[in-house]
């Protein structure tokens, strides 16, 4: 598996201000009078199928709770099965919540009501799925501009806008080109531009790119990267792909049978998995290409000479072997003028080549 994260390519999140998220205690359950699961510890903490034998219900997602920053790209990721998906559609409410709150801009949208909520998914949040759910009797210039016809947009400015977004997208010359005309990498980017089109808060990926081959798979990776580089949105993208979920998250939820299981960024989840579950799903990751210099970094010893170069604890160890390796003397690990640590051949090369640790 070749991956590595995109941190250094896109805007930071804005960890320090106000959540544009916030998600608490939040359940699904299908299934015969699901509101009781929540409101029973013991039923609560039943396993899936235990839950099944003894009510007939599942908990699709089972108290999870994050929070959301302005500018993050917060991945959640999970095998089938998972929950993830299930999650996406609740903080949408295309699946109705069975307990807990979803906080949106400072509004819990599970009090909203429906007219509230229309509003909500036209001007606020936008969705991409796996399925583009184009319109194959309009060009591609009119899909685009739907949300904005269905919003009331006078058509002067639908088309505007919606060119905008198609350059943005990287499809000038298809405005007029229909669906069927264009490849599935196309086709998701008008998609895309669909979804960009009304100027969301946040947009919401569910699986959007699972469908496409690997190569358009990739393409369209960056093309997430770039646009959030240049536009700033904030995301929330569902995966089950570890190494897409590394590529594009700023931190990543891990979900199994609904459950959060681990809630990092990539070289948190890489460094110290909090359980065998999560170890082994890091385990063919290039720790290398990961992990950043705070983690392998040491404390200055006796007899170091510590007027070396100065390397930000934030920079990745591949990114780091030429400066280390080139260096005669440790290489210090500083932030903020605050010496941390210092890094030698000795442990970036054990990390070139090691296993990752048990």
Known sequence: MTTQTAASSRRAPARDAAPVITVRGLWKVFGPDPSRVPRSPELAALSRRELMARTGCTAAVREVAFDVAPGEVFVVMGLSGSGKSTLVRCLTRLVEPTAGEVVFEGEDIL??????????RRRKFSMVFQHFGLLPYRRVLENVGYGLEIRGTGRAERVRRAMEVIELVGLDGYAHAYPDELSGGMQQRVGLARALAGDPDVLFFDEPFSALDPLIRRDMQNEVIRL?????KTMV???????????LGDRILIMRDGRMVQTGTGDELVGAPADDYVRDFVRDVPRADVLTLRWIMRPPRPGDVLDGPELSPDVVVRDAVRDVLAADRPVKVVADGELLGVVAAEQLLAVLAGPEPR
Not at 111 to 120: N, V
Not at 228 to 232: Q, S
């Open 111 to 120: 009090r909203a009501d429906a007219r509230r909520l229309r509003e909500l």
């Open 228 to 232: 959030h580089r240049e536009v700033g």
């Open 237 to 247: 993208f569902i995966t089950h792909d570890l190494s897409e979920a590394l590529k």
